[in-house]
């Protein structure tokens, strides 16, 4: 089982940045899909971003496109997530998750086998 730990959450005004970083442990990182997820409070956990193990493919809820990206380090086992011009209605608990490459299909949290213990982002207005 990969242990996922993230940081990088904070309290920050809309407009600023905030980056998330995700260190997993365990030597199957780089034959990883990492994906981050969030959930706001009274709402359904969504996915926000992917990226593949060899960071060519990625992908983007559309509320976050532009605005938001995700990288990774396969030398440093470490998955970021970049958000950029933040808005209020980016508040939630961010979670980082992980699954197998060879596992394709929607990126559902329900797909999703190792997760973290999330981290809170607020945006205050």
């Known amino acids: 089982q990969v242990q996922l730990v993230e940081s990088g959450g904070g309290l920050v005004q809309a407009g600023e940045s905030l980056k998330l970083s995700c260190v997993a442990s365990g030597s199957t990182f780089n034959t990883s899909t990492m994906a981050w997820f969030r959930q706001g409070p009274g709402k359904e956990r969504e996915t926000v971003a992917t990226?593949?193990?060899?960071?060519?493919?990625?992908y983007y809820a559309d509320s976050v496109k532009g605005r938001f990206t995700i990288s990774r380090d396969n030398a440093k086992n470490t998955v970021y997530l970049q958000m950029n011009s933040l808005k209020p209605e980016d508040t939630a608990v961010y979670f980082c998750?992980?699954?197998?490459?060879?596992?394709?299909?929607?990126?559902?949290?329900?797909?999703?086998?190792?997760w973290g213990q999330g981290t809170q982002v607020t945006v205050s207005s």
């Open positions: 990226i593949s193990w060899s960071s060519v493919s990625t």
């Open positions: 998750a992980s699954r197998p490459a060879y596992r394709s299909g929607t990126y559902t949290a329900d797909t999703f086998r190792s």
